[in-house]
């Protein structure tokens, strides 16, 4: 007779709830998580209270029931029995719609999500094929500068990156109160070079000045090419005259060792004209044209070396 009533028993209350909620990870809900995926995991905590209510509401009919039975009662009303179930079922089915709307919305977000991660992950492989590029082009433009400043044959610095060191070690003279010193080499009879063996073996005998004169220069000294035989070298603070003169001396002892070319020893002498800042000259472009005129100067007397002197270039 109340077998209806009987049908809501205590076992029922957890096959509602593994039935109607599912778990959903209410954890996954972090600051990263997009607002679409929060909305629905809010609708998720709202379904879980209903069948918490609705479990709460079966418990209570239940428990009832029992106390009823244990207090004598034979019969129930078979009319309450039945409209605690349906309300309670009622609750159920309202539970199933709106657990079905969060899945839907559940499985959209997710769907959102997945396009969200690909156009990140196209985002970032964009984004580094541009850090790559801008790499590239910064690697070429650099390389281009110095390509711009630099002598081709050589390697050498060019007139335009020397004029810019001489300036400023002539800024920073001024500051420290140093001395500065220009020489100018001219190579003695390099045209005989070129018409007697060739572009090539003057192309090498250019190459070897080169480092010869690197090799001799200080890390704050500058060695350029000023074109064709020439050769432009800037000592920084060379305390004192005489130091000057060891340097050149040097270089013209260097300069002068025999040059390996086809089997051949090529010899090449360079004549040294030498500037001195501030007296011979206070600007870079002064100091450049007494160290010329002083290198002439070398050549007519056949020293190969020449300080600058007013009345040297009077005579």
Same mark, same amino acid.
């Given at each position: ?17 593994? /039935? ?18 929060? !909305? !629905? ?39 309450? %029995? ?19 709307? #969060? ?52 390697? &050498? ?16 003279? @001024? ?34 000045? %080169? ?5 001799? %220069? ?16 800037? &000592? ?16 013209? @002892? ?36 007494? /160290? ?17 002197? #007013? &009345? /040297?270039?009077?005579?």
């Amino acid at each position: 007779m109340y077998g209806a009533a009987q049908g809501l028993d205590p076992m029922t209350t957890n096959q509602i709830e593994a /039935a109607v909620a599912p778990e959903v990870p209410v954890a996954a809900a972090t600051p990263e998580v997009p607002v679409a995926l929060e !909305v !629905v995991l809010e609708q998720n905590l709202e379904v879980k209270d209903k069948v918490d209510a609705c479990a709460s509401d079966l418990r209570m009919s239940n428990d009832i029931v029992k106390e009823r039975i244990e207090g004598g009662e034979t019969t129930l009303s078979a009319h309450a %029995a039945l409209v605690d179930s349906e309300q309670v079922e009622s609750k159920v089915k309202e539970c199933a719609d709106d657990l079905h709307q #969060v899945n839907e919305a559940l499985a959209q977000g997710i769907e959102e999500l997945k396009h969200t991660e690909i156009a990140l992950a196209r985002s970032r492989r964009n984004l580094s094929d541009a850090q790559a590029s801008l790499a590239l082009s910064q690697r070429d433009e650099h390389a281009a500068r110095l390509r711009a400043m630099h002598d081709a044959a050589t390697g &050498l610095p060019n007139r335009d990156l020397f004029n810019d060191r001489l300036d400023q070690a002539i800024a920073m003279a @001024e500051r420290h109160d140093w001395t500065l010193a220009v020489m100018f080499l001219d190579l003695d009879h390099f045209k005989q070079v070129n018409d007697t063996y060739g572009h090539a073996a003057g192309d090498r005998v250019l190459r070897e000045v %080169a480092e010869r004169l690197l090799h001799n %220069a200080r890390d704050e000294d500058t060695v350029c090419r000023n074109g064709g035989d020439e050769f432009l070298y800037l &000592l920084v603070d060379p305390h004192g005259t005489e130091n000057i003169r060891q340097t050149a001396a040097r270089v013209l @002892e260097k300069i002068a060792q025999p040059i390996d070319f086809d089997g051949r020893q090529l010899v090449i002498r360079p004549s040294i004209g030498i500037a001195i800042y501030p007296e011979d000259g206070a600007t870079g472009s002064q100091l450049i044209q007494s /160290a010329d005129a002083a290198m002439y100067q070398a050549k007519s007397s056949q020293n190969g070396c020449e300080f600058f002197s #007013v &009345l /040297a270039t009077l005579s």
